[in-house]
């Protein structure tokens, strides 16, 4: 059974950091390519952040020089290093696995950013 869990979400100031992680189970996660995405309240789900197999990683321009992306893949995991958070971050974040026809997404992990 696949598994994505995100982990790592909370209550942050504006300004602050939190690190996000995305904990994979039941793949061969090194080969996939993983996507984070995240879907702000009354907002479409938006795409933050991709890294691929290779570790070539791709950021929106709303997140480019605040958000860094890895991965780990001893250790079945990517990461969302996230700084200067500011409070149009706040959102649910989901990680996404894919690779041709598979594509496996986790339950989400809530970001708030507020004073």
């Known amino acids: 059974q696949v598994q994505l869990v995100e982990s790592g979400g909370g209550l942050v100031q504006p300004g602050g950091s939190l690190r996000l992680s995305c904990a994979a189970s039941g793949i061969i996660f090194s080969i996939h390519h993983v996507r984070w995405y995240r879907q702000g309240p009354g907002k479409q789900r938006e795409w933050v952040a991709q890294?691929?197999?290779?570790?070539?990683?791709n950021y929106a321009a709303s997140v480019r020089g605040r958000f860094t992306i890895s991965r780990d893949n001893a250790k079945n995991t990517v990461y969302l290093e996230m700084n200067s958070l500011e409070p149009e971050d706040s959102a649910v974040y989901y990680c996404n696995a894919f690779l041709s026809d598979q594509d496996y997404w986790g339950q989400g992990t809530q970001v708030t950013v507020s004073s």
């Open positions: 890294i691929t197999n290779r570790g070539s990683a």
